[in-house]
C-alpha cells in the first residue's frame, strides 16, 4: 500500500483479501487458537514463529486494523489497545519504570494529565510538565539523567494548543530519548508527526477514527527510527535479555523497525491485558474507511463556527488553531496545512454560570463527555471531565472554568450556527 496515497489508505489498507476469501475483514470472534502440536504451540510461546494463540496477546481482526493503521502514520508496526488511556500507558510504560522521569507537555489531556501525576508517579516514575511555549533552554533544562521519553499531543484535547513538533523531537533527540506524541485530534489525515520527528504515535480511536461514537479504542504506532542498541544503557527493557521469554534481546532480535510493540505486546499486553475486542477493531475499521471523507468536512464545520463565534458580542474568546488570531495559526498552518480538526473551545462573558445556562439551551449540540464524532457535542470542561484539577492547574493547561468545548460534527454548518445563535441570544 506505500505507494498509494493516504486517501486510499484509509479504504483499502492492512488488508488485501486472497482469492475467495471475505472483502471486508473478517470479525475472529475467537478466544483462542487451535495446533496440532505442542511444540508448534511452544514456539510461538518463544517468540521463534509469529502467529496467534490467544486473544489476549493477540487477533488477526486487530491486527488487520493495526497494520492500516500503521501505513496511515508512516510506521513499521502498531497495535491496538482497549482504550486511549491504555495506549498511552503502554507506549509511556514500555520505556520506562521507578526511578525513571518523563517531560511532558503541560497541556494534554485530562486523563492522561491523572496518568502521569497520580498513577504514574504512585509508580515511582516523575513527571516534569513543560508549558509547549517553552523556549528551547527551558526544554533543555526539563531534562534529567533518568528521563526516558518526552511526551505531547499534536492538537491538545481540550486547550487546543498545538505542538511544535519539531522542537520537541529535537530537544527529546539531543538528549537520547524519544519522543511521544498524541495524535487524536488531527488523525494522520491532518497530521502525520513521524514525518516531523516523532518516534512513536498513539491514539485514542474512541475519537475522529471510529468517529461515530460506538467503540472506545487506542492505538500505539512506531516509526521504527528510534535506535534503542545505540542508546542501550537508557533502554534496558529493550536492549537486555528478557527472562520471561528465554533472554530474548528485543532490540536485537526484532530490531529497530518491530522490538517496540513486540516488547509492548508481549509483555505489557500479556501482563496488563488491555486489548481492544476484534468487533470493535471490526467497528473501528469502519470508521478508518470514511476519515479521509470525514475530516475535511469536521474542518470546514469548525473554521465556520469558530468564525462565527469570534464575531459575536457576547464571546469573550475563542481558541482555535485554524483562526488568523489564534496564536497557534503558524504552527498550525506548518504542522497542518489542511486544518486540524473540528473541536472549538470558547469563553463567554459570565464564566461558569453563562457556560451553563448556554449549553442547557442548545438543541443540536448535546451535551456529552465526548468530542470527534459525527454529531456535534459539547462539554464544560472545568466541571466535567477536568475536575479533578485546582483552578491553577486548570489555568496552567490553558482551561478557564468558563470554557466551553465544542465538537463539531458532519451536520450542515449553518445549522450548526442557527443552533449557537438562538442559544446566545
Ligand atoms: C480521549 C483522549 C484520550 C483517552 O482516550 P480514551 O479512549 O477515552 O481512553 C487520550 N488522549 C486524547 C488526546 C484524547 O482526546
Redesign the pocket.
Known amino acids: 500500500m506505500s505507494d498509494y496515497t493516504i486517501n486510499t489508505k484509509c479504504v483499502q489498507g492492512g488488508y488485501t483479501p486472497g482469492n475467495g476469501e471475505p472483502r471486508q475483514i473478517p470479525i475472529v470472534q475467537s478466544t483462542t487458537f487451535k495446533y496440532d502440536t505442542s511444540s508448534d504451540m511452544g514456539k510461538l510461546f518463544d517468540l521463534e514463529a509469529s502467529g496467534y494463540f490467544y486473544t489476549r496477546l493477540q487477533n488477526p481482526t486487530n491486527d488487520y486494523v493495526a497494520a492500516k493503521i500503521a501505513e496511515l502514520e508512516g510506521g513499521t508496526a502498531a497495535m491496538l489497545t482497549s482504550?486511549?488511556?491504555?495506549a498511552?500507558f503502554f507506549a509511556m510504560f514500555n520505556l520506562c519504570e521507578a526511578g525513571d522521569h518523563i517531560v511532558s507537555s503541560a497541556s494534554i489531556?485530562g486523563?492522561?494529565f491523572n496518568l502521569l501525576a497520580v498513577t504514574m508517579s504512585k509508580m515511582g516514575i516523575e513527571t516534569t510538565f513543560i508549558s509547549p511555549d517553552c523556549t528551547e533552554e527551558e526544554l533543555n533544562a526539563a531534562f534529567k539523567e533518568n528521563t526516558k521519553l518526552v511526551f505531547g499531543?499534536t492538537i491538545a484535547?481540550p486547550a487546543l494548543t498545538v505542538l511544535d513538533i519539531e522542537k520537541f523531537a529535537k530537544a527529546a533527540h539531543a538528549h537520547n530519548v524519544p519522543l511521544i506524541v498524541?495524535n487524536?485530534?488531527p488523525t494522520p489525515v491532518n497530521c502525520r508527526p513521524i514525518e516531523w520527528g516523532a518516534d512513536i504515535v498513539t491514539h485514542?480511536t474512541?475519537?475522529y477514527m471510529d468517529g461515530h461514537g460506538v467503540a472506545?479504542?487506542?492505538a500505539i504506532i512506531d516509526s521504527g527510527k528510534f535506535d534503542w542498541m545505540a542508546n542501550a544503557e537508557k533502554f534496558p527493557g529493550l536492549t537486555t535479555p528478557d527472562d520471561s521469554y528465554h533472554g530474548i534481546v528485543y532490540a536485537e532480535k526484532f530490531g529497530k523497525e518491530g522490538a517496540f510493540i513486540t516488547k509492548c505486546t508481549s509483555q505489557l499486553m500479556r501482563d496488563l491485558g488491555s486489548i481492544q475486542s476484534p468487533q470493535n477493531a471490526f467497528y473501528l475499521n469502519l470508521g478508518l474507511e470514511s476519515l479521509h471523507v470525514r475530516m475535511p468536512r469536521h474542518v470546514e464545520n469548525g473554521l465556520a463556527v469558530a468564525q462565527f463565534l469570534e464575531k459575536h458580542p457576547k464571546v469573550v474568546k475563542v481558541n482555535y488553531p485554524g483562526l488568523e488570531s489564534d496564536p497557534y495559526y503558524e504552527v498550525a498552518k506548518k504542522y497542518m496545512p489542511n486544518g486540524g480538526c473540528g473541536v472549538v473551545s470558547f469563553e463567554l462573558e459570565g464564566g461558569r454560570k453563562a457556560a451553563e445556562d448556554f449549553m442547557g439551551k442548545l438543541k443540536l449540540a448535546a451535551i456529552e463527555t465526548h468530542?470527534a464524532d459525527a454529531r456535534t457535542c459539547c462539554l464544560n470542561p472545568a466541571t466535567s471531565t477536568h475536575r479533578q484539577m485546582s483552578d491553577e492547574q486548570l489555568e496552567a493547561a490553558g482551561i478557564p472554568a468558563g470554557l466551553i468545548r465544542i465538537s463539531c460534527g458532519l451536520e450542515d454548518k449553518k445549522d450548526l450556527i442557527a443552533d449557537l445563535e438562538q442559544a446566545l441570544a
Open positions: 482504550s486511549g488511556q491504555a498511552n489531556y486523563g492522561t499531543e484535547n498524541d487524536t485530534f485514542s474512541t475519537k472506545v479504542g487506542g468530542v
